[in-house]
């Protein structure tokens, strides 16, 4: 299980050309550069945009899904977007409808496992991620 708090690219890229069974003189040829710099680059806590593509291209993995899925699980709620110039509530309604469907597998995995692990409550999970209680009971009730 990811920790998606903390995202350590490297790694994981490391990890996923592991599983891959991918050689590293392919990946030299791929990136046109040397093995040092592969391993600088699993080594890395970030990498670039422009070599996250590649390697979401040559591993065939949304990589920028992880950090979209920590954003949805860390980023603090948005100011009042009532106060906003020109937004309407049913604006934000919208915005709040299009929220609830970017729950991923692997979002849903991390808070299940925290709560299983006693890590978490279901009450805390509630409200430190802002997911509605029927929702979780459902991924409770599918998942476990």
Known sequence: MMDLKQIKIGQLLENSVKENHIEIERLCS????????????YGSDTVGTDI?????ELLQYDFF???????????PPAANRYSQAGTKKKDVIQELQFRKNIYTKEIIE???NRINKGEMTREEVISKY?????TLYKWLNKYN
């Open 30 to 41: 791929f990136f046109n550069c040397e093995a040092k710099n592969i391993e600088q680059m």
């Open 52 to 56: 996250l593509i590649k390697w979401s």
């Open 65 to 75: 899904r992880l950090y979209s899925q920590h954003l949805v699980l860390y980023a």
């Open 110 to 112: 991390f808070i299940i």
């Open 130 to 134: 802002r997911i509605p209680k029927t």
